[in-house]
């Protein structure tokens, strides 16, 4: 995960880097797939001195991009009111996320690119060039399937299986 940490009108210290990076790693214990955080920190020229001191944030995830701002008189309680907000919003989202989803964990939600497994299943059921009756009774024979779907020569789709009896059935669109 990347954080970068900005800053306009304001000088950086490292106390308060420390302690800007401290509280956003608190936010990523409550969702695991962030991506990008970027905060930053500004002293607004507003007339009132009581909330001149701003901190933002904008979250990047699988998925989202969360933002939030939050302004006080002092830099640190900025921060500490932002990641609150962050926290909130993200607790929301990570909801969302679960009902959407159907309850399952967080980790099964990334995307995951389709096993081989499942390619090979979807191959072993349907062969897409075309070919005779024999040729498919021959791969479902060898490859133990129920059923097999497959294009006869004259380009039609074909479902063949074995019965009880033990023949095989064609069914031609």
Known sequence: MNVIIKAHHVEITDALKEYAQKKIDKVKHFFDQIQHITINLNIEGTHSLDES??????????????????????????????????????????EKLKKHKGNLPLSSLSIKPPSVKKKEESIQRYVPKPMGTEDAVLILEEKHLNFLVFRNLKERVCVIYQTDSGEYELIET
């Open 53 to 94: 001191q701003v901190a933002s944030a904008i979250i990047k995830s699988s998925g989202a991009v969360i933002t939030a701002k939050e302004k006080s008189p002092d830099m640190y309680s900025s921060i500490d009111l932002l990641i609150d907000k962050l926290v909130v919003q993200l607790k929301k989202y990570k």
